[in-house]
């Protein structure tokens, strides 16, 4: 898997051996990843260029994290209609990531606590637990792309640290140097960083 990785994103990216590890490595395991670093090293459209060529956009779920998100908007929206007639709160966990078998999570670590909690007793019993409300999960993998790096992540409290803890790959991705020259190679692969 790793050489299919790695035609997929060579064609498009430069330094990206380490990520075609990463991702060949969670996909065969069916392991989750961080993959952190600075802004402007393409993590996201990596990860993008990696699901398309293999096929699995029509199975994967991208999700921001970020203000306002919610256990709500998590688990696929609120059952407004189970909340009116029967005052139970349920959720509509086939629309959410649960029910795809790959996962993106984008700045995942700038979520509120509770939503991380959430998350982590979901990663843990491998299944939405909410009163009677089972579903259980389809995820194989999830592929949270952050500028934290999971010490920092870790320092938001016993929530976060624990979550981290759910993502046993993880990535910085960097340049092995930032020198003229590896400048030069992304532009000759049509990229312009950004900060």
């Known amino acids: 898997m790793y050489n299919q990785i790695l035609t997929i994103l060579s064609s498009m990216f430069v330094f990206c051996e380490e990520m075609a590890r990463i991702l060949a ?37 991208y999700q921001f994290f970020g203000e306002g998100m919610d256990e709500s908007r998590l688990f696929g929206g609120l059952n407004f209609r189970k909340l009116e007639e029967d005052k139970v709160l349920e959720y509509y966990p086939e ?15 700038d979520a509120p606590a509770s939503v991380l909690l959430a998350l ?6 491998r299944e939405l637990r909410n009163g009677a409300q089972r579903f259980r999960m ?20 016993p929530a976060a640290h624990a979550l981290v803890e759910r993502f046993p790959l993880q990535l910085n991705l960097k340049w092995k140097d930032y020198s003229a020259a590896s400048y030069l190679s992304m532009s000759r692969h049509g990229w312009v960083v950004r900060s």
Do not use: Q, W, Y
């Not at 802004?39 to 779920?61: P, R």
């Not at 990531?97 to 670590?109: C, D, K, P, W």
């Not at 982590?120 to 019993?125: E, G, H, R």
């Not at 010490?151 to 938001?156: A, C, K, M, V």
């Open 95 to 109: 629309k959410s990531f649960l029910n795809s078998r790959v996962a993106v999570f984008e700045e995942l670590f």
């Open 120 to 125: 982590k007793d979901v990663l843990t019993s």
């Open 138 to 157: 389809r995820t194989e993998v999830i592929i949270c792309l952050t500028n934290k790096e999971p010490g920092e992540i870790s320092d938001l409290g």
């Open 25 to 61: 490595l969670a996909f065969s395991a069916k392991k989750n990843v961080i993959v952190f670093g600075p802004g402007g090293h393409a993590k996201s459209e990596m990860v993008k260029a990696v699901i398309d060529g293999l096929g699995l956009n029509g199975d994967t779920f």
